[in-house]
């Protein structure tokens, strides 16, 4: 009887620390697992920038809506037909026409008196003169070989108190007559500018029967 009691005994605390032990038998070895942190909204994505469109002269392109567009038609200077210009800024009309004895004179200068800081002008223009040779193309807008220039200053721009230049000629099928775009940008931001100038071009359109 007695060893039947102790191993009765025995057998019950057994059991007790089989019952005890198997809850930290469970928990499983490691670092401890945490569930996964919610996800961040995505970002959202930037609105395009709204456009307008011109078109004359055989020539189209899109241009921030933003900007200021005036046309002056009949004004035409000796050797270039002014299209259209374009500002971040008012625009006023850049030519005074003078008749003298039956002579009909066209002055133009530009259409802004100033740039203000972050300022832009752009003027297109058709520009026809003769026995001139456009440069060697150095790129392509429109479909056409096309000629693209950057410059620090420049005396018509900086008179304007601009800071950087950028001209573009792209030829036309007439003999010695060129599209021209000359482009004033005011600092501080001159990359974004820059990439204004660029997405104009990149919208540019030029027709069979310009």
């Known amino acids: ?78 050797f270039a037909a002014p299209i259209v210009s374009l500002s971040s800024g008012p625009l006023r009309n850049p030519c005074t026409v003078t008749t003298s004895l039956g002579a009909r004179t066209v002055t133009c200068a530009y259409p802004v008196g100033h740039l203000p800081p972050g300022g ?30 950057t410059a620090t200053g420049g005396a018509w721009c900086a008179s304007l108190g601009g800071t950087e230049t950028i001209t573009v000629m792209i030829p036309r099928p007439m003999p010695d007559n060129w599209y021209q775009l000359d482009a004033c940008l005011r600092g501080p931001d001159l990359a974004q500018q820059e990439a204004q100038i660029s997405a104009v071009l990149d919208t540019v359109g030029i027709t069979n029967g310009d």
Do not use: C
């Open 1 to 78: 009887m007695v060893v039947t009691s102790w191993t009765r005994l025995a057998a019950a605390l057994a059991v007790v620390a089989v019952s005890v032990a198997l809850p930290f038998a469970r928990t499983p070895a490691g670092p401890a697992h945490h569930p996964p942190a919610p996800s961040e909204p995505p970002a959202l994505s930037k609105p395009p920038a709204m456009t307008a469109s011109f078109i004359a002269m055989g020539l189209s392109f899109r241009y921030p809506a933003t900007w200021q567009r005036q046309s002056w038609s009949g004004d035409v200077a000796s």
């Open 120 to 149: 832009v002008l752009v003027s297109w223009d058709a520009v026809g003169f003769p026995t001139t040779h456009l440069p060697t193309p150095n790129t392509t807008i429109g479909g056409r070989p096309a000629v693209e220039t």
